[in-house]
């Protein structure tokens, strides 16, 4: 295990073996990871793959069982009131008052952090107007939608200046619409220069936001990259071809492997291969499929999943809980 | 709708300048602890009457308590040589506090499994703060519930027997069993963490003993085996030494029914030495 340049002013995070264990069971095991200042940087896993564990350690929420975190110099274990006056986080976890509206739990937070009553008026009112919360301020937090409740949340993370803001699944059931909204927002605030750690269960929103992903499963960091890196060895778009009768996947993928790179997906009746050519792709499977004269139920073209990515770069779906990544951690370097 | 949804492009960089609010100096640790306990309490003093019904457990309950127990049942209860509304309330007292360690677990339970607590910690906050915020919320609501509870009492023609000094006698052992009996409520809502669990938890194991601490019927008329509960049931050492404090009448049977104040001191030393410092383990153990 190399030693990471803790004093390095340009790493928000360094992760050092870190590990949580619940009793018996291992939420997060041996993780390394670094965030580089101004980076936006992805935790990328299923429910359940230790995501959260992970940032509420750095945001000392929860103690390591062992191994180290540095956020921004300060070491998480003995140092956590640095650590807490520096960064700020959202998500699943850190909820507001339900029964305060969004202006009151603005001004709250504010003055939590430390400002008097009039200048947390004022910061709250700032956040107001930027996060365009004005028309819903006065209504309590339990009475507004999903994504009103988010932008209010993200608000609430942003009284003061955070060297390092933390959201945990921000747009976790959302509608497709409120989550524009909150990635529209995040892109506003990456492109003022925060440094960002950002947990989400789904490949576009990491792929859409992030510039460096860590693939996470059962506690390990199980693949890393940036969205490029991991797109190319993924394969972007994906055709999926389903057969009629589960016996037939053998023969099918007998007819296509001497062509194609076919994945045969854990479901039984599915087999899938990458199109980076998407509709012309799409095309000559299916002419493969017919030629083959094996009946099948579908052919399709479609995005790849968090599975796919899983499957793709473990060689495990994400879903198995007898999925054994084996393979040593990997590196966690981050391109710059 | 649309519009609502419609995100905000600042066109000026300005909109930075939210951030540019400059924070005033820190303030010495204590009066961080002040400030912050202050703003918390603030926080659930704030949110009782958007939910007002919240507020049932200490204002409807001890009313229909009082009412049913001297109109419904206190008719067939006769204690010898006092009017029943003199023997009813220290109970009521009693059984409001009792009733105070499920208000304040289930609020504290609440409070964490919703992750606003989370929130709170998540900011460079004292976490004594949070949990002292806590405790001083419940027990505000508690103080509500029994000047409910005392007021319809008296309208009802409850006549302590109290001189000034029993008074505050009186105001002392109840202030001192409402604040052990609250961290008793804080530690179980944050070791059972779920608001459902803690109120069926409550009623299970609270409920019976409120009942058998004397607080409506003498211990000593009791079966063999609620008698023998009750009569140590911490609760039971507080009625009877309010009752003792209204009345001037003791209890028999046991040694805390005839001690009964020292018996109260002691078991709220015993709740507060085991609690307090459990709880405030709890809520620092970070996981």
Request: net charge negative; charged share 20%; hydrophobic share 45%.
């Amino acid at each position: 295990m190399t030693p990471h340049p803790t004093a390095t002013p340009d790493l928000a995070v360094t992760t050092d073996g870190l590990t949580k264990r619940f009793g018996d069971f291992t939420a997060v095991d041996h993780i390394d990871l670094e965030v580089r200042a101004g980076t936006v940087v992805s935790l990328l896993g299923p429910n359940g793959a230790g995501k959260t564990t992970t940032v509420r350690m750095l945001a000392t929420l929860t103690a390591p069982t062992s191994g180290t975190a540095t956020v921004l110099g300060h070491d998480v274990a003995t140092d956590g009131d640095a650590v807490r006056s520096l960064i700020s986080l959202t998500g699943q976890f850190a909820a507001l008052e339900d029964n305060l509206t969004g202006r009151e739990n603005l001004v709250l937070m504010a003055r939590l952090r430390g400002y008097r009553r009039p200048a947390a008026l004022r910061v709250a009112d700032a956040l107001i107007d930027r996060f365009d919360i004005g028309e819903f301020r006065d209504k309590l937090v339990k009475d507004v939608s999903g994504g009103q409740r988010r932008r209010v949340d993200l608000a609430a993370s942003l009284v003061t200046p955070p060297k390092l803001l933390v959201l945990d699944e921000p747009t976790t059931g959302l509608d497709p619409r409120s989550r524009q909204v909150v990635w529209a927002t995040i892109n506003e605030l990456v492109a003022e220069g925060v440094t960002l750690l950002l947990t989400t269960q789904y490949l576009d929103e990491a792929d859409a936001l992030a510039d460096h992903i860590v693939l996470i499963d059962h506690g390990q960091a199980v693949a890393s990259g940036t969205p490029s890196d991991l797109k190319a060895r993924i394969g972007d778009l994906r055709v999926d071809v389903v057969t009629v009768d589960a016996a037939d996947v053998g023969a099918l993928v007998t007819a296509l492997a001497p062509t194609f790179d076919v994945t045969v997906a854990p479901t039984g009746r599915m087999v899938s291969i990458p199109a980076p050519e998407e509709a012309a792709d799409l095309a000559r499977v299916a002419t493969a499929v017919r030629a083959s004269g094996i009946a099948v139920d579908e052919v399709a073209l479609r995005r790849p999943t968090l599975d796919d990515a899983f499957l793709a770069l473990t060689g495990q779906p994400a879903t198995d809980p007898d999925a054994d990544p084996t393979g040593s951690t990997p590196s966690l370097e981050l391109a710059s | 709708m649309t519009a609502t949804l419609a995100p905000t492009h600042p066109t000026d960089p300005g909109s930075g300048g939210t951030l540019a609010e400059p924070l005033p100096p820190r303030p010495g640790a204590f009066a961080r602890y002040v400030r912050e306990t202050a703003l918390l309490v603030g926080r659930s003093l704030r949110t009782i009457p958007r939910v007002p019904e919240r507020l049932s457990d200490v204002t409807i309950q001890p009313i229909i308590f009082t009412l049913l127990f001297l109109y419904v049942f206190g008719s067939a209860i006769h204690i010898p040589g006092m009017r029943y509304q003199d023997y009813l309330l220290p109970g009521l007292i009693g059984q409001s506090l009792a009733f105070g360690i499920i208000g304040a677990g289930v609020a504290t339970a609440n409070d964490f499994s919703t992750g606003v607590v989370d929130r709170f910690r998540s900011l460079p906050v004292n976490p004594l703060s949070v949990i002292s915020a806590q405790v001083i919320g419940q027990i505000l609501e508690q103080v509500l519930g029994l000047v409910i509870v005392l007021s319809i009492g008296l309208a009802l023609g409850w006549r302590p027997d109290l001189d000034l000094g029993g008074a505050a006698a009186l105001a002392g052992l109840v202030l001192l069993g409402l604040f052990a009996f609250t961290w008793f409520g804080v530690l179980l809502g944050m070791l059972i963490g779920n608001a459902d669990a803690m109120q069926g938890i409550g009623f299970a194991v609270v409920f019976p003993l409120s009942f058998l601490a004397g607080t409506f019927v003498p211990i000593a008329g009791m079966k063999a085996v609620p008698r023998a509960i009750g009569e140590w049931d911490p609760l039971a050492a507080f009625v009877a030494g309010v009752r003792e404090l209204c009345t001037g009448v003791g209890a028999h049977g046991s040694w805390q029914l005839e001690h009964p104040i020292p018996a109260m001191v002691g078991w709220c030393a015993l709740i507060i030495a085991v609690c307090v410092p459990l709880a405030l383990r709890r809520f620092r153990r970070a996981d």
